[in-house]
């Protein structure tokens, strides 16, 4: 039987030393076969795994969330990879923002229109014509057309429909070359506020910007920046700002945040899959690098991806060693004093502490997902386990909020009554109207039949209401390891904030 250790252990009794020892040794070891199978099979995937935990992340307020990013923008070397992501992300979702600068610095564009960009957008042309009839005397000779001739001021005035025949790319670049007045005036600094200009060529302007930061520290720069990470959520910042940042860089961030991040203890709700990590960068103020975050992230937060990495690793070996110290472990004390040495540890290495704790959670969720493989196997581990459950009278593979309730027997026989009527009629249906297609139908049933038993949905499958989140969800015995394994986790965190201020 699993053993949860979800019963409310006594503090007073400190455990069995030896015990706590090994079950130490064997979670270091856990630790170091795991964290090789990330490093050499899913560094990539657990990094954005750690930016998704980042960003769940709710106590920075946003002039901290501000205060973080320009931090490390500003730190050297020059970050000018994140730089160019910000500017990305400001044309994409504010563009207005980068407009302005441009319209303040249009003189800028001359470069642009050199490198053989073009004036391709409805607004830059009309900038041109205006510009051209407005100072008619100096540039009208410099306006290129299409036709065989030429456009004299006087017929536009009357017919502006013409300026539709103007050649904007021969006439931007004469303009380049004898009429400089234009890049800096009202009519094309007009036309670029709105920064549509910048879908033209992004990758331009991105590296246009990211010079105005760096190159030439402008003011009007960092200030467009601040508003926009003021504006931003920190939850969008990091999914697309963190996944292009180098590790050591990582480091550093992990490192600023130190700075702005203060978890409030007295509210601090353990289910939310982001808390633990609030505790460890507010207990730590350097990393040298992010292995172990990277590690306990995925053995907290994605414990169902790291078991199917551990169970696609190549190499046997791997699945082996994980296996054999899984089942170690699972020997140590299956009662919840067990705990009590380790909890008491929590002031002088709460890292440590969170570490172990997160580990031996994914230990239960991995022999959680080995054993129960009937409903009568999951019923038991909740009885002995003292958690109360109801049955939903959902199969595994259906979502509908119908079922949510609990259902007697007598109505899952009738429902179930009424769907057996309802395929057969559908049959017979079918048969009727072509029977080649009753061949075919029949063997689609029977895939879907082994398909079902191959994924653990046909008789062997159930769905359950548990007092662990209050009756609220419907949880399939696909789920059920995850869930239960980080109720654990949760359950487990609570007990060293509400009771580790009282351990003698």
């Not at 699993?2 to 040794?25: A, M, N, P, T, Y």
């Amino acid at each position: 039987m699993v053993q949860l250790l979800l019963c409310d252990s006594s503090w007073g009794d400190g455990g069995d030393e030896d015990s706590f020892k090994l079950r130490i040794s064997l979670l270091n070891k856990l630790e170091s076969d795991i964290g090789s199978l990330i490093s050499s099979r899913a560094r990539s995937e657990a990094r954005l795994w750690l930016c998704n935990a980042i960003a769940g992340i709710r106590s920075i307020m946003p002039r901290y969330q501000r205060d973080l990013f320009v931090d490390l923008l500003r730190s050297k070397p020059w970050k000018r990879g994140l730089a160019a992501q910000l500017w990305w992300m400001i044309f994409e979702k504010m563009p207005q923002k980068a407009g302005k600068i441009i319209a303040r610095k249009s003189c800028m564009l001359e470069k642009f229109f050199e490198v053989g960009g073009g004036l391709g957008t409805s607004k830059g042309a009309k900038a041109l014509s205006q510009f051209a009839f407005v100072n008619r005397d100096i540039c009208w000779e410099e306006l290129e057309w299409k036709g065989k001739h030429g456009q004299s001021p006087a017929m536009v005035a009357t017919k502006p429909h013409y300026f539709l025949d103007l050649d904007v790319q021969r006439t931007v670049e004469n303009f380049l070359e004898y009429v400089p007045e234009f890049w800096s005036s009202d009519e094309f600094a007009d036309s670029l506020k709105d920064g549509e200009i910048l879908s033209i060529d992004t990758k331009f302007f991105v590296d246009v910007f990211v010079d105005l930061m760096y190159k030439e520290d402008s003011r009007s720069v960092w200030e467009a920046i601040d508003e926009f990470l003021m504006e931003e959520s920190f939850s969008s910042l990091c999914q697309r700002l963190l996944i292009v940042i180098e590790e050591p860089d990582f480091c550093l961030f992990l490192e600023l945040m130190h700075k702005y991040i203060n978890p409030n203890m007295e509210r601090v709700d353990f289910g939310c899959s982001s808390c633990w990590l609030e505790i460890i960068i507010s207990k730590c103020s350097h990393f040298e690098s992010i292995d172990q975050i990277l590690l306990l992230t995925a053995v907290i937060n994605q414990g169902r991806q790291l078991l199917r990495l551990v169970h696609d690793e190549d190499e046997q070996d791997g699945q082996a060693k994980i296996k054999d110290v899984v089942l170690q472990i699972r020997k140590i004390s299956s009662n919840a004093k067990g705990l009590v040495p380790i909890l008491k540890c929590f002031k002088t290495k709460t890292i440590e502490v969170i570490k172990w704790l997160g580990l031996l959670s994914w230990v239960l969720h991995y022999i959680l997902s080995e054993e129960c493989l009937t409903p009568e196997s999951w019923e038991s581990v909740f009885t002995k386990n003292g958690i109360s459950f109801r049955k939903s009278g959902k199969y595994a593979y259906l979502h509908d909020d119908e079922f949510a309730e609990e259902n007697g027997p007598d109505l899952d026989d009738r429902t179930s009554i009424r769907a057996r009527r309802k395929k057969k009629e559908k049959s017979r249906k079918k048969r009727r109207k072509n029977s080649d297609h009753d061949d075919v139908y029949e063997d689609e049933l029977l895939n879907f039949g082994r398909s079902s038993d191959l994924l653990g949905l046909g008789s062997h499958t159930g769905s359950w209401l548990l007092s662990t989140d209050g009756y609220a969800t419907s949880w399939s015995s696909v789920d059920l390891p995850e869930h239960l394994s980080k109720h654990c986790f949760s359950t487990w965190m609570s007990w060293i904030f509400t009771k580790a201020t009282s351990v003698t």
